[in-house]
């Protein structure tokens, strides 16, 4: 197997890819064209081979690719044989949608522990994770490396450093702010309003080719 490093824009559509293999697999699938692929995950066939080219997995004409040896790269490199626990803190209308959610279902991140300030909530459980009061974070956090933040904007500079200092290291930042961290922290942030801004620009500049009439 490859080992050499994988483009950031790669390694972002390797769950994609994970999950839809997965479901070949499940099928009983033991290969996979890459313009089948393309149409189910809508990437062009031509990044696909690129992206396949750098993990070692070059598919052949006629015969297209290895869904098994996919699948053991993609989980080697995902890390999918260990389960990351995550914790959400901000459990309002998004952050109660994530935990009714959880990500078992896709792979092995999981969210074990939710936090807020709002009375009623605390010491409930929604989809089986339990919250807790935020003022119980630094007791409770430690071990925990990944977080995702779904609360008020207001709120989301003051919690991302009390988040650093005590260890974690990776950020899903839902709210608008757009906050600061030291070097070692990585923060993704996601908006979906501007994703659907992309979206329809993308139509309205970039047209299907095979767009029907
Ligand atoms: N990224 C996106 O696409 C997207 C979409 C919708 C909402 N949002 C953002 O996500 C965030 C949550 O949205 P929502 O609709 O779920 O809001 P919400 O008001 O329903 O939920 C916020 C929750 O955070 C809790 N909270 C407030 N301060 C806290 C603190 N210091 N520590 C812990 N918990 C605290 C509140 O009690 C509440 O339960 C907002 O910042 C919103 O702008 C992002």
Redesign the pocket.
């Known amino acids: 197997m490859v080992k050499s490093k994988i483009p950031q824009a790669t390694a972002k559509r390797l769950p994609l890819y994970y999950r839809y293999l997965n479901n070949l697999q499940h099928q009983e699938k033991t290969r996979v064209s890459s313009k089948e692929l393309s149409e189910a995950v809508k990437v062009d066939s031509a990044t696909i081979r690129r992206d396949f080219s750098y993990f070692g997995a070059l598919g052949k004409k006629g015969y297209g690719y290895n869904v098994e040896y996919l699948l053991n790269f993609f989980r080697e490199t995902l890390d999918q044989d260990e389960l990351t626990e995550v914790a959400l ?8 949608a994530f935990l009714k959610y959880n990500f078992l279902k896709n792979n092995n991140t999981k969210i074990v522990k939710a ?4 009375g009623t ?1 605390i010491g409930t459980e929604i989809g089986g994770v339990p919250i807790f009061h ?1 003022d119980e974070l630094e007791e409770r956090l430690p071990g925990i490396k990944v977080v995702i ?5 207001s ?2 500079e ?2 991302t450093e009390r988040l650093v200092k005590i260890g974690v290291e990776g950020i899903l930042n ?4 757009r906050i600061t961290v030291p070097s070692h922290v990585r923060v993704h942030h ?4 501007v ?1 659907l801004q992309a979206l329809v620009y993308f139509l309205k500049h970039y047209p299907l080719e095979d767009k029907k009439e």
């Open positions: 803190i901000g459990v309002g209308n998004l952050g109660t936090f807020d300030t709002a909530k935020i933040l779904t609360i008020p904007a709120e989301a003051v919690m839902f709210t608008p702010a996601i908006d979906l309003a994703e």
